[in-house]
């Protein structure tokens, strides 16, 4: 099921940007980086696969064909794309977050669930995470019209709403934000910037295939997040346009994985829904790190003056696709993430 609707998704992208990125591939217009992690990498070369052989007669009268190289960085350096990356600054942000009364009800408040769920399910429940373990295993075998156990049927909404919080929690202050998708962002603005000045002449995509933290984390930041889990194979879009000399963006969300419906079209907080570029970047300025590195591994607090402290978490409330589009049209440039 999984790997129809991720072939779905490349079939949907190939319809939206058709005319746009050539129907074969070339390295200059198109580029994909996935996280080291087999499902992520299967997943950008079947979203690829179905974006540059959306049809099963083209893919068999090419073959062979020339395969779409998708690029990908070691686990232990990759603070891009990889959520367990060595960060040891994140785990004290983390544990700083017990300290925030809304985080320390919710513990309170979901003792006796995690307990109960540990003891049925046999689980050594010790976080959060592990908390939000033992939902998916649930989730993933009701999916396919599984029995899950009676104690889980009689308490599912419950168990859903709690693991969710998970997808918060992640990102639930800015400190957090900053360092686990601080680097995403700085290279998403980054290439946009480029592609305003003519940097980037020819290249139209990027393209990034990694966990689903990371779409929930990125929607958090930008103040748009609605507190659940983004699906499979779900996409997280930033498109540039170019209008005469003038560029904005626009932030779209696939989460429809039947593609049957257009994407949400996101309003970024003081912003409208086609921000201009300069008002983007600036939004996002304080949630990009100078020095990631120094840090991630430094226990002193942030230095920089212009680091915003905890505001509190945002009030709009699995393998993920981050891609980059920069399109030349009279509206033009695009950036998009997608999920996986």
Known sequence: MVKTMVISLGLWLRQRYDGFIKNKFDPKEFYIRSSDFDVNLMTALLVTDAFYYPDNETRFRDFPRLPTPVHAAPMDVDKLLYVDIACPRIAIETSKLHNIPEVQ?????????????????????????????????????????????????????????????????????????????????????????????????????????????????????????????????????????????????????????????????????????????????????????????????SIDPISDPSYPSYTGNSENKNTDIQMAILRKTNTETIDFTAKK
């Open 105 to 297: 009800n919710f513990f309170r408040k979901n003792e006796n669930l995690f307990h109960f769920v540990s003891e049925k399910s046999g689980a050594n429940i010790t976080s959060l995470e592990d908390f939000l373990d033992v939902y998916r295993t649930l989730a993933a075998e009701r999916s396919y019209n599984l029995t899950i156990p009676s104690w889980a049927v009689q308490n599912y909404d419950e168990i859903s709403t709690a693991a969710h919080f998970w997808f918060q929690y992640f990102s639930y202050s800015n400190e957090l934000k900053r360092l686990r998708v601080g680097p995403v962002f700085e290279l998403l603005t980054e290439n946009m910037r480029k592609k305003s000045i003519g940097e980037l002449s020819e290249q139209k995509m990027f393209m990034y295939s990694y966990q689903g933290f990371y779409t929930s984390a990125m929607l958090n930041t930008m103040g748009v997040f609605n507190g659940i889990e983004p699906p499979h194979s779900s996409s997280l879009i930033f498109e540039l346009h170019q209008t005469g000399q003038n560029y904005f963006v626009k932030v779209l969300y696939q989460n429809d994985t039947t593609f049957q419906n257009p994407p949400l079209e996101l309003t970024l907080p003081d912003c409208s829904l086609e921000c201009p570029l300069s008002d983007f970047i600036n939004l996002l300025k304080d949630f990009i790190p100078k020095d990631w590195e120094k840090e991630c591994h």
